[in-house]
Nanobody, 115 residues
Framework: QVTLGESGGGLVQPGGSLTLSCATS????????MGWYRRAPGKQLELVGF???????DYADSVKGRFTISIDITKNTLYLQMNSLKPEDTAVYCC?????????WGQGTQVTVSS
């Protein structure tokens, strides 16, 4: 059984910080590339960033330097640390696990950046 569940979203002021969590079960991190995606209102799904089994990370230009992806293997959890948040970061954020067979998705968590 594979499950991914995001949490940690909410309302934050511009310039603030927020950490999202993606609790997983049935995911083998050593075989999966883990990613964060977001869908802003009226926009297409956007890749925020990802981390490979080897620990390589990459981020969209729009978040580079502000967001950090990490994994806590002991907790089976993927994290997205978001700093210096901007109104344009407002979106539903979803975590994703990809292996050779298929993609798995969480249900998403809403992040709203507004003063």
């Amino acid at each position: 059984q594979v499950t991914l569940g995001e949490s940690g979203g909410g309302l934050v002021q511009p310039g603030g910080s927020l950490t999202l969590s993606c609790a997983t079960s049935g995911i083998t991190f050593s075989l999966s590339t883990m990613g964060w995606y977001r869908r802003a209102p009226g926009k297409q799904l956007e890749l925020v960033g990802f981390i490979t089994p080897g620990g390589t990370t990459d981020y969209a230009d729009s978040v580079k330097g502000r967001f950090t992806i990490s994994i806590d293997i002991t907790k089976n959890t993927l994290y997205l640390q978001m700093n210096s948040l901007k109104p344009e970061d407002t979106a539903v954020y979803c975590c994703n696990a990809r292996n050779w067979s298929r993609n798995y998705w969480g249900q998403g968590t809403q992040v709203t950046v507004s003063s």
